[in-house]
């Protein structure tokens, strides 16, 4: 007797081609967000220094795009995990260790976000001469 939950070799065959189409459009994402990245950083490479402070917050923004890019290139990662796994089980490894990651960077560029951003702020205040 079949099992009511084993594929018939339409429901493979069609289970392989989402499989094919969803890592084609991650693929196809991760591209996209590449390029906006290099494109960003171009832009804030030719921003000039005029001062301390505009250096101050160029820098800040360079350091949340950085932040920004290592968090998306993470997503993906856990992606392209996820579409590997072999069990639920293992899906929800992968989430909780992906989620804990997370938190733990999301902490840790908050605090350096935070700093810098009062640094900018102090610059901002100092005396002119």
Do not use: C
């Amino acid at each position: 007797m079949k099992s009511p939950f084993e594929m018939t070799p339409e429901m493979k065959a069609f289970a392989d081609q989402s499989k094919a189409f969803a890592e084609q459009s991650i693929d196809t994402a991760r591209k996209a967000f590449h390029s906006y990245i290099d494109a960003t950083q171009k832009a804030l490479g030719t921003m000039g220094t005029a001062s301390s402070t505009h250096a101050s917050v160029t820098e800040l923004g360079r350091t949340a795009m950085n932040y920004a890019q290592e968090n998306v290139t993470a997503t993906f990662t856990f992606i392209d995990k996820v579409m590997r796994a072999k069990d639920p089980a293992e899906v929800m490894k992968l989430q909780t260790d992906f989620v804990q990651a997370q938190m733990q960077k999301l902490g840790e560029q908050t605090k350096a976000i935070g700093e810098a951003a009062a640094k900018s702020a102090m610059d901002a205040a100092k005396p002119r001469m």
